[in-house]
């Protein structure tokens, strides 16, 4: 396997009450790099991703055009690579947040809004590698990649009584 990379993230607050910028940008860059890691993600070097905090009203818009459900949700990945590729890169994709929804999230899980945000950049970068979560034994590996890179965070396991 070739050696994890770090990829070049591109994040911007586009819309929503997201907090400090360079805080979620901070969160990002220890997510996705401890996801590199600990999944052993292969990429071109270069590669890009561009992570957008949003609101439920623009998520609502993409979920509607791109999944046909027209209904806000917490994340959504757009990759722009084959899941057949071996090796990523170099423009990976996509991650957008909406904020509402995962604030709403957070309270209800009873968890710290940086935790459950970081979980869901995990799943979304996880989703821009192929990882998807339809099929019960992919759901299972999936689960499990994101359970053990939130424990190398210091998180607690996001899967322990919630659903996201």
């Known amino acids: 396997m070739t050696e994890p990379r770090m990829p070049h993230l591109d994040v911007a607050v586009e819309a929503g009450a997201w907090s400090d910028a360079e805080t979620l940008e901070a969160l990002c860059r220890k997510a996705v790099a401890a996801t590199c890691e600990i999944a052993e993600l292969a990429m071109v070097p270069d590669t890009e991703v561009g992570i957008h905090q949003s609101d439920d009203a623009h998520v609502q818009t993409l979920n509607g055009a791109h999944r046909g459900k027209d209904t806000a949700t917490n994340v959504l990945s757009f990759p722009i690579c084959d899941a057949a590729e071996a090796v990523k890169g170099p423009l990976l994709g996509d991650i957008v947040l909406a904020f509402e929804t995962v604030q709403a999230e957070a309270r ?35 689960e499990a990649l994101e359970i053990d890179v939130m424990k190398h965070l210091g998180y607690s396991n996001p899967y322990a009584g919630a659903a996201i």
């Open 108 to 142: 209800a899980q009873d968890k710290p809004l940086e935790e459950h945000f970081s979980h869901l950049i995990i799943h979304g970068f996880l989703h821009l590698f192929g990882y998807d979560h339809q099929i019960e034994r992919e759901a299972i590996e999936m």
